[in-house]
């Protein structure tokens, strides 16, 4: 039972999705740091400074627009930056590796399997066995006959 679990939390993608988590919380520390720190005085000074700057009062009700707009920057500069850092990366690569992307071979055609197994039983019937038979390289050789 313990193996079981051992090889689900070591799986690839579990470890991707832990990494993504921790990073994720990391990065939304930052910006939530950068929005307390530098957006929301800066919304209060244009919004009147002072200590009520980007707050506005009605009926002794205190909207803080302030604090909605500068939230509103953070959610706006965090998903810029997810998509410029992971999304058009990753989209980008997936292009490349559609685009560079060739045809496998070839699979043989239905007359071509038909004609080789035809080969191998005439083969077996004459007495010479699968290995003596002819030569599978020859299918679709251009080859007709009756079955």
Do not use: C
């Amino acid at each position: 039972m313990l193996k079981g679990f051992k090889d689900f939390l070591f799986r690839g993608n579990v470890v991707d999705l832990a990494v993504a988590v921790v990073i994720g919380s990391a990065f939304t520390a930052l910006v939530n740091t950068f929005a307390s720190s530098f957006l929301t005085p800066l919304i209060g000074v244009l919004g009147g400074g002072g200590q009520l700057g980007g707050v506005f009062e009605v009926n002794q009700q205190q909207f803080t627009w302030g604090a909605f707009v500068s939230q509103l920057i953070t959610f706006v500069l965090t998903a810029a930056v997810l998509y410029f850092v992971v999304v058009l990366p990753l989209h980008r690569l997936l292009q490349r590796r559609v685009k560079g992307e060739e045809a496998g071979p070839a699979a043989p055609t239905e007359t071509e399997l038909l004609i080789e197994i035809r080969d191998l039983l005439r083969a077996q019937q004459a007495g010479l066995g699968p290995a003596q038979g002819p030569d599978p390289s020859e299918r679709g050789s251009g080859r007709t006959g009756s079955f």
